[in-house]
């Protein structure tokens, strides 16, 4: 079993930026995709981005652009560069290393 913790979460004006971290420890498979997944009050859990093993990166339409992962395989930590954040961003943000997740990172972007 993989444990997965997050940080870097906060309240930002919109416009802002953070970066969230997710620091993985136990039993790491090394060649899987690890990603970043988000959920908004009242509704599902979407997609935000993924990193493969070899470094290939994908976003959702909604933060391509703004949203930048990478992954630090010497500290098994993945991190999420977030900027030009909006309302819309607002979310508990969850690292994801297949098949554990983390227990959410708490984001909130004000008007």
Known sequence: ???LVESGGGLVQAGGSLRLSCAASGSI??????G???QA?????E????I????STYYADSVK????ISRDYAKNTMYLQM???KPEDTAVYYCWHPPDWGQGTQVTVSS
Do not use: C
């Open 83 to 85: 900027n030009s954040l």
């Open 29 to 34: 498979r090394s060649l899987n995709v690890m």
């Open 47 to 50: 997609y935000v981005a993924q």
């Open 65 to 68: 652009g703004r949203f930048t």
């Open 52 to 55: 493969t093993s070899g470094g």
């Open 36 to 38: 970043w997944y988000r």
């Open 1 to 3: 079993q993989v444990q």
């Open 41 to 45: 009050p009242g509704k599902q859990r």
